[in-house]
C-alpha cells in the first residue's frame, strides 16, 4: 500500500516541529537546556491535584466523572472561568466559555472554523509555532500582521482587499498580547486599539492567544483585546475577539484543559465541531481542575509568578553582563521566554549545533517561528525550568559561545 | 460582527447530532430510555480507577501525569494495547499504535489525514453517524459500500474510477465489522475477505471501527480485518487496514481513551497531526487506563459482557413476543444494539414523538445513520443501560405503540 495514494493535499503542510524533535536530543543531563519552555514539574500543586481526584472517585460524583458527558464542557468549570473572565474586563457567562484539550486544541478548532484552504490568515513574525502548526491543517496562506506598526485603518483595508483575490479572503488575525511565545514581548495599550481599529476595517475576526496572560511579573496589566473590543461594541456577542485561556502554565500542562471565551455564535459551532472531533474533554481533568482552581488557583498562581519572576531577573543580568556587543534581546514583564537577536550573519541552528556539542546549553533557533522563513538570526531561551545558578552558568557559556564565531 | 462572512465553507455540513440533542430531553426519570448506546454507569470499574489515580500521584508518576508529554502516547499502555492486538491476530508493537482521545478522534483524525473536499468515503447504509458527523468536516462525497454484496472487485475497481472525476478520489472504506452501530450486526468471514480483495482493487484504505469488537457474547469470534490483510499481505506494514480501537465500550468512556493501530507510516502522520492539533492525550487517563487495564481487563470485561448479554437477551425475547407481523429485527451476537425495521410508510422519527408523548419510552429514529438519508423506517434500540424489567416493560410498549398505527 503507498499510502501517498490515498492522503489529503493538506499532508504536504504538516511537518515535525523542530522544537519537538529537539528536546528529544536533550534528555542529558549535563545540557543547560534554556529550549522548553514548558513548566517547571518541582511547582505543579499535586497535593492539591490528589486530592481532587480522590473526591472526583466519591459516590456523588464518580459515575459523571467516568461517563460520557456535554461538548461544551463541565458546568462549574464554565462558571468558574467565566467568573474569571469578569476579573479582566470580559464580563460574560458560562455559555461564552467552552472548554478544549488545552489552547493548542482551540487553535485547530479555530483553524478549523474559519479557513478554507486559501484564506489568509494574518500572524505576527515571529509568532507561536504551535499557531502554525495548527493552522497549516487547513492550508492558508500568511500574511504579515505587524501589530506593532503605525498602518491605519484604511491601509489595512487595502491590505485586505488585495489578499482576497477570488481563493479566499482574510480570516483573522492571530496574536499573544502578553509576553508572547516567542518574543516575551507585549503589546502596548495603543498597539492593541490600533489592532482592533484595523481588525474592524478589514472585518475579520482577531484570535487571542492569552496562555501566559496570568504569568506578569511587574508593570501594569493592560486589558486583553477581547476586554477593549467589549468596551467599545457593548458586550461580548458583539465583539470579533475569540479568547484562548489554558491551565496549562499555570496549573499544569498534562490534563489538557483550555478553554475559548467568545461570542455564543462562536460557541454554539465550536460545540458541534467538538461533538464530531473527539465528544468532549476528559470529565475528570474538568473536574479536577475546577476544584483545584477554585481552592488554590490566586495563591498558586502568586507563587509559581514569585519564582519565575526570579529566574528571568537572573537571566536578564547574565545577559546584560555577557552578550558581546551588537547582541539584544528583550525584556519581558511576565511569561517564559527571552528572545536574543545576534548578528544576522549567523544562523541561530548552526550555532545551537555547536552550543550542544561544545558547550552544553541549549535553546531554540528563531528560524521555525516565522511563517515567511525570513529570518534566522534570532534565538529563543526559556527560563522556566531552570535554577538560577543554571542559568548564571548558561549564559555565560552562551557569552562565550557567541564570542567564538 | 457576522460570524458568517468569516467561516470556512465546512461550516455548511457541521450540524447539532440528532441524537445528543434528543439525549437532552430525555432526563425525565419515568420514561424507559433504549435511545442511549452509552455504557451503564453502574459497571465502571470505579475502585480500579480510584485506586489508578491515586498511584499515579505518587511521587514515582505525578510530575509525568501533570507534564507535557509525547503526542504518539503514553507508551506502557501503547506496548499493552500492542500485546492485546496480537492476541487477535494482529502481530505488532508499540510503534503500530497511536492514543486518541477516544475513536471518535480517531475517526477525526483520518478523515483529516485522507479527505481533500470531494474525495470519496465509502459507507454502510446505515452506518455509525459519528463517523459521518467526523467526515463532513472534511467535505467528502459519500458511497454505499454494499459490505454484504457479492460484487466483484472488477466492478469495484469500476466503480472506483466512476468516483474519480477530477474533482477527487475514492479514498477508503469505513465500518464496523462487530455488532455495528447502529444494526448490531456482524460482517461473515467470507463478507471480509471480499470487501478487503474490493479494497485491494480500488487501491483505498480500509477503516476497521472495532469500538465493539470486545463485546461478544456467543458465536464464534471472527477475525478483525486487519488480522486477515495482515494474514494476506504478511505483515501490518503492508495492510491496509487501519483499526480503531477503543475503552469507552470497556472500561469508561470519560477518560476518552482510544487508540489506532496501523502501519508506521500512518502513525507517524498521526503522530504529527496530534502534534499539532492538542499535542498529546490527557496523560493521567492514559496512565490510569494502562493501570487498571492490566490489573482487571478481561475480568471486568467478562462481567460487564455476561450482564449486557442477558439484557440483550431479554430484550430479543420481548421483542419477538410483542412485535406486530411485519416488524423485522436484527439478531445482535454482542454489542449494544438491536436495529428494527417496521412499516415502511412510518417514518421512525414520528413514531418516536409518539413514544415519548403517550407511551414513555424512546428510541433512536434509524435516519440519521443513512448517508443518503434513503431509509426513515428503522430504529435503533439499546439495551445497555436498562434492567431486564424495564427492556420487558418498554418493548411491551413499543408492541402496544406500533400497533396503534
Known amino acids: 500500500m503507498q499510502w501517498t495514494d490515498v492522503l489529503a493535499t493538506r499532508n504536504s503542510r504538516m511537518k515535525a516541529s523542530e522544537i519537538r524533535e529537539l528536546l528529544k536530543l536533550l ?12 513548566p517547571d514539574p518541582a511547582l505543579f500543586p499535586t497535593a492539591a491535584f490528589s486530592k481532587a481526584f480522590e473526591t472526583a472517585m466519591t459516590p456523588e460524583h464518580a459515575a459523571s466523572a467516568l461517563q460520557y458527558s456535554v461538548s461544551e464542557g463541565y458546568k462549574p468549570l464554565r462558571e468558574w472561568i467565566a ?26 478548532y479555530l483553524g478549523k ?32 500582521l505587524d501589530a506593532f506598526s503605525n498602518e491605519t485603518p484604511e491601509a489595512a483595508q487595502a491590505e485586505a482587499a488585495e489578499a ?29 486599539k490600533a489592532l482592533l481599529a484595523r481588525a474592524d476595517a478589514m472585518n475579520i475576526a482577531v484570535i487571542e492567544d492569552a496562555a501566559y496572560q496570568s504569568l506578569r511579573f511587574d508593570g501594569e496589566a493592560i486589558p486583553p483585546l477581547q476586554a477593549l473590543d467589549i468596551e467599545a461594541k457593548g458586550g461580548i456577542e458583539n465583539s470579533r475577539v475569540i ?19 467568545a461570542a455564543k455564535d462562536v460557541i454554539g459551532r465550536l460545540v458541534l465541531m467538538k461533538q464530531a472531533a473527539d465528544l468532549h474533554s476528559p470529565t475528570l481533568s474538568q473536574m479536577a481542575t475546577n476544584f483545584v482552581a477554585r481552592e488554590i488557583f490566586d495563591e498558586h498562581v ?41 548578528d544576522p550573519k549567523l544562523d541561530a541552528a548552526e550555532v545551537l549545533a555547536r552550543a ?13 517561528f516565522y511563517a515567511d522563513g525570513s529570518r534566522r538570526n534570532d534565538m529563543r531561551l526559556s527560563y522556566s525550568c531552570a535554577t538560577n545558578e543554571q542559568i548564571d552558568e ?8 557567541l564570542r567564538s564565531f
Chains 1, 2 share one sequence.
Open 113 to 144: 472554523l474559519l479557513i478554507s484552504p486559501g484564506d489568509t490568515a494574518l500572524v505576527t513574525a515571529p509568532t507561536y509555532l504551535g499557531a502554525l502548526g495548527a493552522f497549516n491543517a487547513y492550508e492558508p496562506r500568511y500574511a504579515r
Open 243 to 261: 479568547y484562548c485561556g489554558s491551565f496549562s502554565k499555570t496549573l499544569a500542562p498534562g490534563l489538557r484543559v483550555g478553554w475559548v471565551c
Open 394 to 401: 548558561g549564559i555565560t557559556r552562551l557569552g562565550r559561545l
Open 302 to 342: 502568586a507563587k509559581i509568578r514569585a519564582i519565575y519572576s526570579s529566574r528571568r531577573d537572573a537571566m536578564l543580568a547574565a545577559l546584560a553582563r555577557e552578550m558581546p556587543e551588537g547582541v539584544t534581546f528583550t525584556r519581558p514583564e511576565g511569561g517564559m521566554f527571552v528572545w536574543v537577536t545576534i
Open 27 to 38: 534528555d542529558q543531563p549535563d545540557i543547560i537546556s534554556f529550549a522548553g519552555g514548558i
Open 164 to 192: 482576497s483575490d477570488g481563493k479566499g479572503r482574510v480570516k483573522f488575525a492571530y496574536l499573544s498580547a502578553d509576553f508572547a511565545n516567542p518574543t516575551g514581548e507585549t503589546l502596548s495599550l495603543e498597539g492593541r
Open 83 to 108: 467568573g474569571e473572565m469578569g476579573k479582566i474586563g470580559v464580563p460574560c457567562d458560562a455559555d461564552n466559555i467552552f472548554i478544549t484539550s488545552g489552547s493548542q486544541q482551540a487553535l485547530d
Open 356 to 368: 550542544v556539542a561544545d558547550y552544553r546549553i541549549a535553546f531554540v533557533p528563531g528560524g521555525a
